[in-house]
T-cell receptor, first 118, second 113 residues
Framework: DAGVIQSPRHEVTEMGQEVTLRCKPI?????LFWYRQTMMRGLELLIY????????DSGMPEDRFSAKMPNASFSTLKIQPSEPRDSAVYFC????????????????FGAGSRLTVL | DQQVKQNSPSLSVQEGRISILNCDYT??????FLWYKKYPAEGPTFLIS?????DKNEDGRFTVFLNKSAKHLSLHIVPSQPGDSAVYFC????????????FGKGTKLTVNP
């Protein structure tokens, strides 16, 4: 398996523009997560899906952020309009429903999308 | 409020010596703890985990210790190798799984040859 695939790897945009980040999870994984990494706040969970359904979006910072998962092999994270404080590395991760406390349900992360908003 | 804290942003050790990375947590409901390793320009990768019913878990050169009364866990790497140089994240959850993992800010480990 190619792992979790994210695109673009780098995005530089101007304030006010729309940004769309894309993620292809590992085939067969039923959970998908979006994380954001910044120096100040570290790795924060933004939203996660189970079987394509959003389960918890309490980490989404504000209405400018939205995420969709139209099918089991694709998800998007959209920021509209973007602001300089959105500059961060955004990670997508996927996992399987596994036995609790087992290694079967750990997250597999993509390489991340580095976003710079000028 | 940070529920998972890694108070040392960086750590430097000599090759062959022990590396000890520390992590503190505040939420007593956490019952599953994980360590992830991250190289530059890559995503974090799972390293080792421990459930709250154990106090130690070992996997090769890596051992995680859990002290529930102190709400503290540590990762020991023995012996340390230059390839271990990376950022190490501590993470915790309260469901025995990876949903809603809470991560620390990470500790950058440098192993000098």
């Amino acid at each position: 398996d190619a792992g979790v695939i994210q695109s673009p790897r780098h995005e530089v945009t101007e304030m006010g523009q729309e940004v769309t980040l894309r993620c292809k999870p590992i085939s067969g994984h039923d959970y998908l997560f979006w994380y954001r990494q910044t120096m100040m706040r570290g790795l924060e969970l933004l939203i996660y899906f189970n079987n394509n359904v959003p389960i918890d979006d309490s980490g989404m910072p504000e209405d400018r952020f939205s995420a969709k998962m139209p099918n089991a092999s694709f998800s998007t994270l959209k920021i509209q309009p973007s602001e300089p404080r959105d500059s961060a590395v955004y990670f997508c991760a996927s996992s399987l429903t596994g036995t609790p406390f087992s290694g079967a349900n750990v997250l597999t992360f993509g390489a991340g999308s580095r976003l710079t908003v000028l | 409020d940070q529920q998972v804290k890694q108070n040392s942003p960086s750590l430097s050790v000599q090759e062959g010596r022990i590396s000890i990375l520390n992590c503190d947590y505040t939420n007593s409901m956490f019952d599953y703890f994980l360590w992830y390793k991250k190289y530059p320009a890559e995503g974090p990768t799972f390293l080792i985990s421990i459930s709250s019913i154990k106090d130690k878990n070992e996997d090769g050169r890596f051992t995680v210790f859990l002290n529930k009364s102190a709400k503290h866990l540590s990762l020991h790497i023995v012996p340390s190798q230059p390839g271990d140089s990376a950022v190490y994240f501590c993470a915790a959850s309260n469901r025995g799984g990876s949903e809603k993992l809470v991560f620390g800010k990470g500790t950058k480990l440098t192993v000098n040859p």
